[in-house]
């Protein structure tokens, strides 16, 4: 407020104020005068970068003036906010989707093609946003392009890593990580030097009575961090609503180094302080789903949490009002346990800062939070030492301790004869050390607790959180299933399909409503509208084949199949099922006459996808896929009928071209072990059909798509552990296939053997964990039907136009409606005036 311009002196203000370009040549105009002032470039140094700088300024201005109206906006109406909390946004690029979003795509191609440039090489000089690892960082980036789409009041709260996720390259078949300094160059982030949080770790907790004679604490010294703001403005698709995503940086508290020691030549002590302080927000873990317990990951989650709800309360604290409304101002929802910490802070800002009593302080927090679970894969649980809490968060450890004596206390009344149960659904498990169980304390410290697709929320309830049920009931456990948004993965990804569903539709109107897409269905039989379909495939196909060529050198056919798989490398992910499955075709091919071969139908194999680096088995399954690809695609026995291709560092915007061209894609993980999976959305509503397990929302795919239009296989999620068990007691028989594949790995047909020996004795010798073998016939039956139904191309058309048809219900669009409804209850404001 006190920096605001007195209301007499705001008429010259408003006479200046900034105003939006509109069409063609108000964007020219922008362009040109980014390019030549704030670039400081001319027309005669002006290389596609600094047009795709200028055009990035011109588009960023639009997006703050409505950010700066939103904000005005969403404060004057003062309803309910959501907080989305997630270490992970992994939002790709960002020019495309402004120019998309605002409607100004077209002004801005003709714009740049006035002054000599395409838009799409324009484009293309974006460097990826890639704060995430995959499927629930990019979740958090739909979640944001939705919630500003359909008007919530919503921000974004994560951590502005310096290092994003590494970029991948393959250099002898091997991952090799190259650091992801992507912050050079970066036009969306606004630095928020005036907007900063002190953050404090280590210390000691000192007790003492308060005036009121009441027992308080405090923590005191240690040392302190500072956390300053970026904002990023997100624009809704065809709205005025602009959101924003808050990073927190991390540097030293003084900001300088120490003066004393550089005057006394010790230069590398003077700014280690500093160092240490920006290291905290410096990289990205780059783990999937699994979690290695480091402190310095502690300290992030811990570093972020403080900050964002620092901020929170500070906003609620301006409109005055008494804490009991703090739930009906602020919906907080923790993507995943990695927020889980701020469920602690705010109890502890509440009751030692704040004055609360206990319980009042307590039914406010609980309120306040959502949970959502992503996965149920043991590895990914996350866990903390005790010891290490002790030291980092002194206070908070305490407080976790008084959250779960009550909520013990509170079990063993309502169980008084059930003493296991007190041990199964502590917070803290009583190993060596022992542990805070971070998942207990997020649904202890939620109202709802979501898992994201149907199967996956059951299995929650049936085991993993099952004592949980007993105790508060089934309903503070519901199921939102996953979806997409069909701006970046239909219209922004590829724009010939979505301008050909526009024109037979009448209108864009699917892109805010995805449910209208099942008026396609009725075109099914239209022989020039499927001709049409079939020429966009073939033009995707197209444009990968081009990728595929410049990054690999390899050409590939655009008339095979091209077969799918791309995501985070992982055994439950089973991309060695994928790759062994290829050997076996392989294998097969080799073995035929030529009168056998003019009947196989040709196929592209193509995987994408990063290893965490510290996971050799999944490095190992990168290592055989290249090994494999290097014997096939240059045996003159197979020519075109079979290639293997990886494309290294897949990322969001390769997705972008991945996506649009595949025939058909795999989503093969064990039954049971994907939470949802969202590139499965992906592809479909590109127009590609699937090859899955009965797992994640493969199942809600084939109910909605039907079962002709997916090809299904492998055992169910209620088998899986009687397999696993009759495995563990050595009844385990290779399946006769797998054992011809694994053969020939033992052949060396792929280079040394003794390289891929884990792979294969992993399921051989060890158990076969993630059931490759008991899934290996089903599999590779499915996939000669898959060749099968590809061959009568007008099925084929029709299945994926009917499929297209029917993806409605995976849009963002409802998933962040339920969530508004269900777990935040919150309003969208009202825009119009
Ligand atoms: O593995 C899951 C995916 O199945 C899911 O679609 C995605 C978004 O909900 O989240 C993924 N996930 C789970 N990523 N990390 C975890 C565990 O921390």
């Known amino acids: 407020v006190e920096a605001s311009i007195p209301e007499e002196l705001r008429e010259a203000w408003k006479k200046h104020s900034a105003t939006e370009f509109k069409n063609k040549d108000e964007f020219e105009r922008d362009l040109v005068r980014h390019i030549e002032t704030t670039l400081a470039r001319s027309m005669y140094n002006c290389d596609e970068l600094a047009a795709y700088s200028g055009t990035a300024l011109a588009f960023r201005d639009r997006l703050i003036i409505e950010w700066n109206k939103t904000q005005q906006r969403q404060t004057f109406k003062d309803q309910k906010r959501i907080y989305y909390l997630s270490l992970e946004f992994l939002m790709g690029r960002t020019l495309d989707n402004a120019m998309l979003n605002v409607g ?75 650091p992801d300094y992507w912050l050079d160059n970066n036009p969306w982030e606004f630095p928020r030097h005036e907007i900063t949080v002190d953050i404090q770790f280590y210390g000691n907790v ?22 300053i703001a970026y904002d990023v403005p997100i624009p809704g698709y065809g709205t005025k609503t602009t959101n924003n995503l808050r990073l927190w940086s991390s540097k030293a508290s003084s900001g300088e180094f120490d003066f004393q020691k550089f005057n006394a030549g010790e230069y590398e002590s003077a700014v280690a302080d500093q160092q240490r302080a920006e290291t905290i927000s410096a990289v990205l873990y780059p783990n999937d789903n699994l979690e290695q317990g480091k402190e310095l990951r502690l300290k992030q989650q811990y570093f972020w949490c403080a900050a964002s709800l620092f901020d929170i309360i500070r906003r609620f604290k301006k409109t005055k009002r008494a804490w009991g409304e703090f739930p009906d101002q602020v919906a907080i929802q923790l993507n995943d346990t990695h927020p889980a910490l701020a469920i602690v802070e705010l109890q502890r800002i509440l009751i030692d800062k704040e004055g609360l009593e206990w319980d009042e302080a307590w039914t406010i927090v609980t309120k306040t939070f959502g949970y959502t679970n992503h996965t149920v894969l043991p590895e990914a649980l996350e866990k903390w030492s005790v010891p290490l809490m002790q030291n980092l968060l002194p206070r908070h450890l305490q407080i976790i301790y008084d959250i779960n004596m009550f909520f013990l206390q509170s079990v063993e009344k309502r169980f008084p004869n059930d003493r296991d149960i007190l041990s199964r659904v502590s917070i803290i498990e009583e190993s060596h050390p022992k542990m805070v169980r971070m998942a207990y304390l997020a649904i202890i410290g939620s109202h709802k607790v979501n898992g994201v697709a149907e199967l996956h929320s059951d299995l929650l309830k049936t085991t993993l959180f099952k004592d949980f049920v007993k105790i508060y009931g089934p309903d503070r456990f519901t199921n939102v299933t996953n979806g997409i948004t069909p701006r970046r993965w239909l219209h922004q990804a590829n724009p010939r399909l979505s301008a050909l569903i526009a024109e037979k539709l009448g209108s864009y109107d699917f892109l805010r409503d995805l449910t209208l897409l099942d008026k396609l269905e009725a075109f099914v039989d239209d022989k020039a509208f499927r001709e049409e379909w079939a020429v966009i495939k073939r033009e995707n196909k197209l444009r990968l084949a081009r990728h595929i060529k410049a990054t690999t050198g390899y050409d590939v056919n655009p008339n095979a199949l091209f077969d799918v798989q791309v995501k985070r490398i992982h055994e439950y992910k089973r991309q060695q099922l994928n790759i062994f499955g290829v050997i076996h075709r392989y294998l097969s091919i080799k073995a035929m006459s030529a009168e056998e071969k003019k009947k196989v139908v040709p196929r592209v194999s193509i995987f994408g996808g990063k290893a965490a680096p510290g996971y050799w088995m999944a490095k190992t399954i990168i290592h055989l896929i290249n090994k494999v690809a290097d014997v096939v695609n240059k045996d003159p026995d197979v020519g075109d009928l079979l290639k293997v291709i990886f494309i290294a560092d897949y990322n969001v915007s390769k997705a972008e071209i991945i996506c649009p061209a595949s025939d058909i ?17 992906k592809f479909v509503l590109n127009g590609g059909l699937i090859i899955g397990t009965c797992d994640g929302a493969n199942i809600e795919i084939t109910r909605e798509i039907s079962e002709q239009n997916i090809f299904l296989f492998g055992n169910l999620a209620e088998d899986v552990e009687e397999l696993r068990h009759r495995h563990f007691y050595g009844d385990f028989k290779l399946d006769p296939h797998l054992e011809r ?6 052949d060396n047909m792929f280079g040394d053997k003794a390289d891929f020996s884990a792979l294969t004795s992993s399921i051989e010798d060890h158990g076969d964990y993630y059931l490759v073998s008991d899934d290996f016939n089903s599999y590779i039956t499915t996939h000669e039907m898959v060749d099968e139904a590809f061959q009568n191309k007008e099925e084929w058309l029709a299945k994926s136009i009917t499929s297209v048809a029917r993806m409605g219900f995976f849009s963002m669009d409802r998933v962040t409606n339920e969530y508004a409804d269900s777990i935040w209850n919150v309003e969208p404001l009202d825009v119009t005036d």
Not at 217 to 224: C, K, M
Not at 741 to 746: E, R, S, T, W, Y
Request: with cysteine; charged share 20%; glycine share 12%.
């Open 104 to 178: 100004l795509k077209d002004a801005a191609r003709d714009g740049l093609s006035d002054l000599g440039f395409q838009i799409e090489d324009v484009i293309n000089q974006e460097h990826d946003a890639a704060l995430g690892n995959g499927g629930l960082g990019r979740l958090a980036a739909c979640f944001l392009d939705s919630m500003a789409t359909l008007n919530y009041p919503a921000w974004g709260y994560g951590l502005r890593y310096r290092y994003g996720i590494f970029k991948q390259e393959i250099v002898n078949g091997y991952q090799v990580e190259v």
């Open 206 to 227: 000192k007790k003492y009575q308060d005036e009121s004679g009441k027992i308080a604490h405090s923590w005191e010294d240690g040392e302190i961090v500072q956390a």
């Open 665 to 681: 894609s795999e989503h093969i993980s064990t039954a049971g072990t994907e939470g949802s999976g969202t590139s499965n959305m």
């Open 741 to 746: 594949v694994f053969n020939a790995i033992k």
